[in-house]
């Protein structure tokens, strides 16, 4: 698992220098033939992350409702995120990290409700999900990349 983790923290840091390299108009631009926009996609892999790992852990997530519900799969950017917001996603985007190794290292994940991805990844572990959130993200990271080549 160190390396899972190890690949998790890397991946959070590429993301969170397009946090600190784009302005708020940037990060919330959605350039011509996109569906979504930079902060959308971090967003979303926050949200993912915790319905992945928690949710079908059985646990509670740590992130509020609201943030659910704005970045969860199937949702669209539906308006300027506000700098406010940028920086609690800034937040969760590490913080989440540490606070899922130590759950993870204390045992807490117990049970996993098995789930089929719309990539087609049959998950049946928390393992497995920390594995498969490092492949989601990394698909994020490029749709990221390409975004900002219009911003």
Known sequence: METTFKIWETNRQLYL????SYTLEQLNKIPDGFSNNLIWNIGHIIVSQQGLVYRLSGLPSYIEESLVETYKNGSKPTGSTTAEEVDQLKDLLISLIDTTKSDYQEGKFKTYHEYNT?????????????EFNNYHEALHLGFMMNIRKFI
């Open 17 to 20: 220098k397009f946090l600190n």
């Open 118 to 130: 719309a990539t087609g990844f049959n998950l049946k572990s928390t393992k497995e999900a920390l």
